[in-house]
């Protein structure tokens, strides 16, 4: 039933910019707290960005402080994450999840490769 699709992500060369969706369905979405983590290749999965039910509080890993945004649209039950000033270091699968729910409901990502 819960559903969390992944779009947007792509080949971009360093310093460059991508906008990355989340589209949930199948719960409340308006309800959760949700975060982005990205997995490396021979990397654990990492948290990168969190952002509160309404989206008045946001937190950033600080290898992404200041270059990404996390933001949602609860109207539209989709969560971005604006990505400035690419490197290299951030190529990696990308995934949406909230905090409280099971690891059942990872989606299948989307690659986001930084790379000249």
């Known amino acids: 039933q819960v559903q969390l699709v992944e779009s947007g992500g792509g080949l971009v060369q360093p310093g460059g910019s991508l906008r990355l969706s989340c589209a949930a369905s199948?719960?409340?979405?308006?309800?959760?707290?949700m975060n982005w983590y990205r997995q490396a290749p021979g990397k654990e999965r990492e948290l990168v960005a969190g952002?509160?039910?309404?989206?008045?509080?946001?937190n950033y890993a600080d290898s992404v402080k200041g270059r990404f945004t996390i933001s949602r649209d609860n109207t539209q039950n989709t969560l971005y994450l604006q990505m400035n000033s690419l490197k290299p270091e951030d190529t990696a699968v990308y995934y949406c999840k909230g905090p409280s729910m099971s690891r059942n409901y990872w989606g299948q990502g989307t690659q986001v490769t930084v790379s000249s």
């Open positions: 952002i509160s039910s309404s989206g008045d509080s946001t």
């Open positions: 199948g719960f409340t979405f308006r309800n959760y707290a």
